[in-house]
């Protein structure tokens, strides 16, 4: 008998889950651990999101199974989304598919859409779901980069003339997690003139959609005309609306792969909870003035997350979107190496990154910060930081 199972041969050990078990082993053990690793939302959902929760909880008839697909009202409250928010006309009944997280549903349709020995083309540093769906469907991964320049449109085309067989899925994330890197319309154009040039479908990770900062809002890859020919994307409620736990998202485009995944769903599970449908339906249709409030609030925690950590002498570019700042290490401890400098700060500083190895061996050299703690906090980290480079003979600017 195998030692071990294939799909969990294929998986290799999870880097970031090192660092999670000497958090959580600090924090047994009493110590105040300002926690930057994972992008889990600090902040809470709406009142009335939580309310029609409660109000439709209370009703006996909604807790039977529910749709797999999403109940009408939610699909139609999406589609309401992407006509509002992107000016794409969708259709609610073919070329939507509730999720439960965008996490889910990039898995659901790797299982439908792909077989062994596939090629997968994703980016590298990546979310681990992105590789990793596909790894446990039986598919094989080729790295393109996660910057989206010439480099990366050269990395495409020698995919496709060096790869057999030639890869038939590409995914992207902008914003990206972890790198939090951002695209314009003209990119997106671009990728689907290539993608119908070379029969590759698409499928873009549009988890972030609303945190952008400085005014420039993202763009989706369903605004080119005809990328629903070839794409789909995924989008999540967790950090829009601070409803990370209640795993709701959305899968949304191509109808021959929301009916593929539609299917397999079918058959795994029975939808999410009613009453958690109907309060995303609240979000989605009521009063948006929380997602400007918790953008704003991210764009002042970033804005003070990058001044007081550069004040103790690690420099972080500002990221132009998302929940994170993919941080360079300090160049003095830059041959330590991202896990390692992971935990020494956590050891030293009480301070909890992800280290980027985990994202990709193009993470090496940088970590991923979370801004999901107030700004008294980040505060805080900056200061403890200091004390840390400062042992480490890395000189800090005065505080």
Known sequence: MEDEFYRIKRLPPYVIAEVNAMRHAARQAGRDIIDLGMGNPDLPPPSHVIDKLVEVAQKPSAHGYSQSKGIPGLRRAQAGYYAKRFGVD?????????????????????????????????PNPSYPI??????????????????????????????????????????????????????????????????????VWILSDLAYSELYYDGNPT????????????????????????????????AVGNQKLIAAMTRVKSYLDYGAFTPIQAAACAALNGPQDIVEKNRQLYQKRRDVMVEAFGRSGWEIPPPKASMFAWAPLPPALREMGSLEFSKQLLTH??????????YGEDGEGFVRIAMVENEQRLRQAARNIRRYLSSMGVNSSAA
């Open 349 to 358: 500083a009480d301070v909890a990154v992800a280290p980027g190895v985990g």
């Open 219 to 250: 763009r989706s890859i369903l605004e080119v005309p005809g990328a629903k020919d070839v794409a789909v994307e995924f989008t999540s409620m967790s950090k829009t609306y601070s409803m990370a736990g209640w795993r709701m998202g959305f």
């Open 130 to 199: 992105h590789t990793f769906g596909f790894i446990i469907a039986g598919a094989t991964i080729r790295s393109v980069p996660t910057t989206p320049d010439e480099n990366y449109w050269r990395s495409l085309d020698k995919a496709m003339a060096f790869t057999v067989p030639r890869p038939s899925i590409l995914v992207v994330n902008y914003p990206s997690n972890p790198t939090a890197e951002t695209v314009d319309l003209a990119f997106y154009e671009r990728l689907v003139a290539w993608a119908k040039e070379n029969k």
């Open 90 to 122: 969708v259709d609610p009944e073919r070329e939507v598919v509730v999720t439960m997280g965008s996490k889910e549903g990039l898995a659901s349709l790797a299982t439908a859409i792909t077989a062994p020995g596939d090629v997968v083309l994703a």
